[in-house]
């Protein structure tokens, strides 16, 4: 099994920044794809940020060139750092892992951290 958690969401205001880490543990031999999706009051979980075992990286248009993703393999840790935030990215933010482990293999996730972004 993996297991993912959240830290770094909170309060800001517009304009501000915030940087979202991932901590992933268990018997991980492996992570490939890793990312970040957000869910809003009322709306569909959405893909924020993605990045491959190679460093590829992919964003919604929504936040291409305020947020960028990072991972350390080393330390099995993602992040995003999210700047120019604005009140439309209130949003629950789930990390996500395609992980493979000793004895099996799938798409994990975390519990996700709150983030709410004032006028």
């Known amino acids: 099994q993996v297991q993912l958690v959240e830290s770094g969401g909170g309060l800001v205001q517009a304009g501000g920044s915030l940087r979202l880490s991932c901590a992933a543990s268990?018997?991980?031999?492996?992570?490939?794809?890793v990312g970040w999706y957000r869910q809003a009051p009322g709306k569909q979980r959405e893909l924020v940020a993605a990045?491959?075992?190679?460093?590829?990286?992919n964003y919604a248009d929504s936040v291409k060139g305020r947020f960028t993703i990072s991972r350390d393999n080393a330390k099995n840790m993602v992040y995003l750092q999210m700047n120019s935030l604005k009140p439309g990215d209130t949003a629950v933010y789930y990390c996500?892992?395609?992980?493979?482990?000793?004895?099996?293999?799938?798409?994990?996730w975390g519990r996700g951290t709150q983030v709410t972004v004032s006028s």
């Open positions: 996500y892992a395609d992980a493979v482990t000793s004895t099996s293999w799938g798409t994990y």
């Open positions: 268990g018997s991980i031999v492996r992570i490939n794809r």
């Open positions: 990045i491959t075992s190679g460093s590829n990286t």
